[in-house]
């Protein structure tokens, strides 16, 4: 198998120790994983420029984002087209094709109900190739595959570079907003971008990218995740379910679901279901196993729905390849005025 389809043992280990200490140094990160710094930079230089992973990060600067998931209808042979248009919209923060009962899976982020509305029914339904649009609101996101690791590192050296993740800054100073959407931006594209890049490509002084991106930890306004091609794991499927629970029973069976080794999401919805899923599997067959325990772990759960993806198109704002290699491009989700103008 080409370096370009596989991982090995030091790319897993070097993959989840990224993971849980996002913008460490090399050097800090080479005693731990056993490999100098240089030959880790080398590496993470590869599994990057071939889109086998990215760095992600994001932030509202305070302003809440209104979530939904639309599933999208297309004519037929169309999907891959509508798919590639609507990755071109910053509200468009993820999209899926899939193989079910619609073609594409879309979330999207938009600053208020209003404006989530007017792109789902006037952008989304009036693209040519587009047949329907149905919208689910998400109320609560209980998780996301931000927690998920390769498992290369034994407990005692996920503490070690644990260790290393710098404290969050506290009561740190916020800067003007054009200085925190262009560090976002930036951020966006590589979420280990040096400060000293960011300074070059924005044209701020260190110090004030330093200083931005403390004020936006201190305030819990910025995420740092990292992805990997999931084609490359040991969990290559991928599919969304739909579930429906008493009204009353929602969250704590939200809260299960985020306990399940597969899930990688579990979001809180509006619709003819109160529950969806994302669920990492190891072959197809385990898509019908998996439901069945959900099911019988949580016999008043009732499966609505579920969709295969055959193909993810974007991911946080980074165009990828068909098979999840990210390509270099991204779109950054356009941030909101703040509340207070």
């Known amino acids: 198998m080409s370096p370009e389809n596989s991982l090995d043992d030091l790319d897993l280990r070097l993959i989840h120790a990224v993971k849980l200490a996002p913008r460490a140094a ?20 590869k599994l990057t420029e071939r ?15 209104t979530v939904a998931v639309a599933e999208v209808q297309c004519k037929p042979g169309r999907a891959h087209e509508v798919a590639r248009q609507l990755a071109q919209d910053s509200e468009a923060l993820t999209i899926n094709l899939t193989a079910g009962a619609r073609d594409i899976l879309v979330t999207v982020a938009a600053p208020d109900l209003e404006a989530l509305s007017m792109y789902v029914l006037r952008d989304m ?7 329907s649009v149905r919208t689910t609101v998400v109320t609560s996101m209980m998780t996301d595959a931000r927690p998920w690791t390769p498992r290369a590192l ?10 290393l993740q710098p404290a969050i800054p506290v009561n740190a100073r916020r800067q003007p907003l054009d200085v925190e959407r262009a560090v976002i931006a930036q951020l966006n594209h590589d979420g280990r971008a040096p400060i000293a890049t960011i300074a070059r490509r924005t044209g701020f002084s260190q110090k004030r990218v330093h200083d931005a991106i403390a ?10 995740r990292v992805d990997v091609a999931r084609t490359l794991t040991a969990w290559p499927h991928y599919v969304w379910y739909s579930f429906r629970v008493p ?17 990688r999401s579990v979001l809180l919805t509006l619709g003819e279901s109160n529950i ?22 949580i016999p008043d759960l009732v499966v609505i ?16 390849t068909g098979t999840g290699f990210a390509t270099g491009q991204t779109i950054a989700h356009r941030l909101p005025e703040p509340l207070d103008g």
Do not use: C
Not at 26 to 45: E, K, M, N, Q, Y
Not at 154 to 163: G, M, T
């Open 154 to 163: 034994s407990p005692a050296e996920q503490a070690r570079v644990a260790a």
């Open 51 to 65: 889109g086998q992973v990215y760095v992600t990060g994001y932030g509202t600067l305070g302003t809440p984002f």
């Open 26 to 45: 090399w050097s800090a990160l080479a005693p731990v994983i056993g490999v100098d710094a240089a030959t880790l930079a080398r590496r993470w230089a």
């Open 276 to 297: 969806m899923i994302s669920a990492w599997l190891r072959t197809l067959a385990d898509a019908q196993r998996f439901e069945v325990m959900v099911s019988t772990r």
């Open 215 to 224: 004020g936006l930890q201190s305030a819990g306004l910025l995420s740092v």
């Open 305 to 320: 729905d579920r969709s295969l993806v055959i193909g993810s198109v974007k991911h946080y704002g980074h165009i990828l």
């Open 247 to 263: 009204a009353e029973r929602a969250t704590a069976v939200a809260e299960a679901l985020t306990n399940v080794e597969e899930v």
């Open 125 to 131: 339904g009036g693209l040519e190739d587009a047949t």
